[in-house]
């Protein structure tokens, strides 16, 4: 029997990661998929998460897909993709229907019918988006909430809170064009933060409540775990870019020593430590602070346990744990990557494009998700837990 592959595709303003998965034979003693090959190109032609230009794009693209494919020895035909915009977006709605069945027992249909209503009042409010991710994030039956499963439930009235992750209907079309258009198809799209939170964040974690914190070059992406549920996602267009930009013009340096001073890779008596530490962490701070006022208007600030998981290139830069910790009054630190035995992939920067191998396998092996059949569309929770570290 042929093995099953997945691939992953993580297109970064920065640079574009693909990661090729092989899913494990059944009766294996673990159910993560192995990456047998990876492929890194320099990002061309984005900005902010988005294309400007298609055609340096797809030549990103194509070198980082050739590179993969070479380390897998096979040929990508088909792959998952990843979109990370700033164009991303949350819309909270509600939903309620009557149970179907005469005798008033919620059944699954019931629960597709009353997210459908629940996304049927939000349409005239999301004009040029796509729905990414449709996530049920409470139930109610007769005004009571439910605790577990609500099917096998009676009552007269079935109700959810939901939340929908979207983006611009253009950028995921610009995206899916470019990489069908040097032949591999797009099985499915899905929001960058929570593909990296697949393998960045335990379950212990996730239960008790917590923020992992993508800290990227142009974009900074948050996305807020309460009861093992993403309750909440946010894209903030500012990353570790400004702060290298902040110390080239505090300094009067160019841009290359600037991002060298970021990194700790160079020191010189030329310029005072204070001054760098200054620039550094008040830009962090500002970062943070964006951070804690959507923490505030989503009323978690100072209520998740498991605190702040930091990752992303900004995530190194010395003292953002602990500005993290006294911006958010949380508990902070840096995220690992724990992907088994892998040798492929090194850091946590490759978290997505193994995310979406993940994601991917999950299509492989539920086929009654609610929604999976459609493109671009999926319910993640009624697999979620099964594929999380």
Not at 249 to 275: M, Q, Y
Request: charged residues 25%; proline residues 4%.
């Amino acid at each position: 029997m042929a093995d099953q592959i997945i691939t992953g595709i993580d297109v970064g303003t920065f640079h574009v990661k693909v990661a090729i998965a092989r899913l494990p034979k059944k009766g294996s003693v673990t159910n993560k998929p192995e990456i047998i090959g990876t492929g890194l190109a320099e990002s061309r032609g984005l900005k902010n998460g988005y294309i400007v230009q298609e055609s340096e794009v797809a030549r990103s693209i194509k070198s980082a897909i050739a590179q993969a494919e070479k380390n897998a020895n096979i040929t990508i035909k088909r792959a998952h993709i990843a979109i990370g915009s700033i164009g991303l977006e949350e819309v909270y709605s509600h939903g309620e229907i009557i149970p179907s069945r005469a005798d008033s027992e919620v059944v699954s249909t019931d629960l597709e019918k009353v997210m459908s209503d629940s996304e049927e009042r939000i349409m005239d409010h999301i004009p040029n988006r796509r729905i990414l991710h449709s996530i049920p994030l409470r139930y109610l039956i007769d005004g009571t909430e439910v605790l577990g499963r609500p099917q096998g439930l009676r009552g007269t009235k079935l109700e959810v809170d939901s939340l929908f992750i979207t983006t611009y209907e253009q950028h995921v079309n610009d995206l899916i064009r470019t990489i069908e258009g040097i032949g591999v198809y797009v099985e499915d799209v899905m929001a960058s933060p929570l593909a990296a939170s697949f393998v960045m964040l335990s379950k212990a974690q996730k239960r008790a409540g917590c923020i992992l914190t993508n800290i990227g070059a142009e974009t900074t992406s948050i996305v807020v775990f309460e009861d093992s549920t993403p309750i909440s996602m946010k894209i903030f267009p500012v990353g570790s870019s400004d702060i290298t930009n902040d110390l080239a013009l505090g300094l009067r340096i160019p841009l290359e020593d600037a991002e060298k001073i970021k990194r700790g890779a160079i020191t010189s008596a030329t310029f005072s430590k204070k001054k760098v530490d200054e620039i550094i962490q008040e830009r962090l701070r500002s970062i943070f602070s964006l951070i804690d006022v959507h923490l505030k208007k989503i009323k978690r600030d100072g209520l998740l346990p498991a605190g702040v998981i930091l990752t992303g290139g900004g995530a190194s830069v010395p003292s953002a744990v602990e500005i993290a910790k006294t911006t958010l009054a949380l508990p902070a630190r840096i995220a690992t990557l724990d992907i088994g035995k892998s040798t492929k992939i090194r850091n946590a920067s490759w978290a997505v494009a193994y995310g979406l191998c993940m994601w991917g396998a999950s299509g492989a092996e539920e086929t009654s998700t609610i929604g999976i059949a459609k493109h671009t569309r999926r319910n993640i929770l009624s697999w979620f837990s099964q594929f999380l570290p």
